[in-house]
């Protein structure tokens, strides 16, 4: 059987990943996390993956995130192959080309929440609108009130959006969310994915990994991966994508 077509003929193609394979050797065995993926991000995409435990979904979101290297196949970003990066190569796109939004929100204890929206910055000179753009997002994301507060001191949901915001800051082609709603509560599931639409109809790229049905509702696309490949790919309607806020 062949692969679904996952690829956007004739979009303006943000990523591409083609014919791409992932091979492990564990206990002596070779495991193919991916098996000739091809996939296509189109610019403004909000594309969700899906798949069982094993599917091959979070090898898919480290390749798209330059965390990882194919075994074989291209992947270009942003009009750049960067399937063969060395490691500091790869350090500097994710630096200037991707934001990340995880499931635990990987903030820093030790910084308040305007530091930490910084962050990403501390990897490229300092310029002088870099104070101003973190003030901005805080009061985009809905926390100008809590800029020196530590994120012990805020809630799972307002730490996600210091998370969102961090994301944002260097202005990236792609932004990449790993399980972002699996540590809150639904009410609060619901406020994050509302703000990542709103992102999505504002312009920006998002891929996000889930395993909730109504999470992936959201999004413009779904792709299932089984056994490291591509099972299907499928448009939400637009009435499906609408805030379900009051659904919990």
Same mark, same amino acid.
């Given at each position: 059987m062949s692969e679904p077509a996952a690829v956007a003929q004739g979009a303006d193609v943000v990523? @591409? !990943?083609?014919?791409? @394979?992932?091979?492990?050797? $564990?206990?002596g065995q070779e495991v193919r996390a991916l098996d000739r993926v091809s996939l296509d991000l189109r610019r403004g995409d909000f594309v969700a993956i899906m798949g069982s435990s094993g599917s091959g979904k979070s090898t898919l979101l480290n390749v798209l995130?330059? #965390?990882?290297?194919p075994t074989s196949g291209s992947y270009v970003l942003a009009g750049r192959d960067v399937a063969r990066l060395d490691d500091a190569a $790869? @350090? %500097?796109?994710?630096? %200037? +080309?991707l934001g990340f939004?995880?499931?635990s929100y990987n903030l820093i204890p030790q910084l308040s929440v305007v530091?930490? !929206?910084?962050?990403?910055l501390a990897y490229r000179p300092r310029q002088p609108g870099d104070?101003?753009?973190?003030?901005? #997002? &805080?009061?985009?994301v809905g926390l100008a009130d809590r800029l020196g507060h530590r994120p012990t001191q805020l809630s799972g949901g307002q730490q996600q959006r210091v998370a969102i915001a961090r994301a944002l800051v260097n202005n990236p082609a792609l !932004? $990449? &969310?790993?399980e972002p709603t699996g540590n #809150?509560? +639904?009410? +609060?599931?619901h406020e994050i994915m509302d703000m990542l639409a709103a992102l999505n109809r504002a312009g920006r790229t998002i891929v996000l990994v889930t395993h909730e049905p109504d999470i992936a509702a959201r999004a413009r696309r779904v792709v299932r991966l089984r056994d490291g490949r591509i099972e299907s790919v499928t448009e939400n309607p637009a009435d499906d994508r609408e805030s379900h806020t009051g659904d919990s």
């Amino acid at each position: 059987m062949s692969e679904p077509a996952a690829v956007a003929q004739g979009a303006d193609v943000v990523a @591409s !990943i083609r014919d791409v @394979s992932k091979l492990y050797r $564990l206990e002596g065995q070779e495991v193919r996390a991916l098996d000739r993926v091809s996939l296509d991000l189109r610019r403004g995409d909000f594309v969700a993956i899906m798949g069982s435990s094993g599917s091959g979904k979070s090898t898919l979101l480290n390749v798209l995130g330059c #965390l990882d290297r194919p075994t074989s196949g291209s992947y270009v970003l942003a009009g750049r192959d960067v399937a063969r990066l060395d490691d500091a190569a $790869l @350090s %500097r796109v994710r630096g %200037r +080309t991707l934001g990340f939004v995880f499931q635990s929100y990987n903030l820093i204890p030790q910084l308040s929440v305007v530091e930490n !929206i910084a962050l990403p910055l501390a990897y490229r000179p300092r310029q002088p609108g870099d104070h101003g753009r973190c003030l901005a #997002l &805080a009061r985009l994301v809905g926390l100008a009130d809590r800029l020196g507060h530590r994120p012990t001191q805020l809630s799972g949901g307002q730490q996600q959006r210091v998370a969102i915001a961090r994301a944002l800051v260097n202005n990236p082609a792609l !932004i $990449l &969310a790993d399980e972002p709603t699996g540590n #809150l509560d +639904t009410a +609060t599931s619901h406020e994050i994915m509302d703000m990542l639409a709103a992102l999505n109809r504002a312009g920006r790229t998002i891929v996000l990994v889930t395993h909730e049905p109504d999470i992936a509702a959201r999004a413009r696309r779904v792709v299932r991966l089984r056994d490291g490949r591509i099972e299907s790919v499928t448009e939400n309607p637009a009435d499906d994508r609408e805030s379900h806020t009051g659904d919990s």
